[in-house]
């Protein structure tokens, strides 16, 4: 389904400077992470946040002090405000993500068809419990559906590879 209300993220980017580590493995997710949240997401601020601009959002993702920054701005680059989101309740669950991505990756290259599909099971178990809980930590701020969560998530994983 695609929202094309304007409770949406238009355009969305990473800051640079909080990318440690990139690979062709890690391209590749952070690409098509953005190319299906940009295809298909709903971002709709609650309250009084982002003041009265119904969206589209253009948002950048940052570390900043061990937390989620997520800067929102117009379709048109103005800023609104900024989100700030510790990353603690994340860190566990971006951690195993890592070792199981890690495992995949490996698995990749020498196993079997059955042990990837196995390890896959796996990684996309902890994807989806990393998701719940952005979902989750945004709740009060942001309402996002499932899909949408997946995608940041993969992001913020993007910005924590160390």
């Known amino acids: 389904m695609n929202f094309q209300s304007t409770q949406r993220i238009c355009q969305i980017e ?16 952070r690409r098509i992470a953005i190319f299906d ?3 298909t997401n709903r971002f709709a601020p609650k309250g009084d946040i ?8 253009n948002i950048k993702l940052r570390i900043e002090d061990n937390r989620l920054a997520i800067d929102l701005k117009t379709k048109e680059k103005k800023d609104l405000e900024t989100l700030i989101l510790p990353l603690t309740p994340l860190r566990k669950i971006i951690k195993e993500y890592f070792i199981i991505c890690d495992n995949y990756y490996d698995a990749v290259k020498s196993s079997s068809p059955k042990t990837i599909e196995a390890i896959d099971l796996g990684r996309r178990a902890l994807h989806n419990e990393g998701s719940e809980i952005m979902r989750e930590r945004l709740a009060d701020k942001v309402d996002i559906d499932f899909e949408t969560a997946r995608r ?11």
């Not at 982002?50 to 959002?57: A, H, K, L, Q, V």
Request: aromatic share 8%; charged share 30%; proline share 5%.
């Open 14 to 29: 990473l800051d640079d400077k909080s990318i440690i580590r990139r690979n062709d493995d890690i391209e590749h997710e």
């Open 37 to 39: 949240l940009l295809e």
């Open 50 to 57: 982002g003041g009265s601009y119904p969206g589209p959002f």
């Open 152 to 162: 940041l998530f993969t992001l913020i994983c993007v910005l924590q590879i160390r």
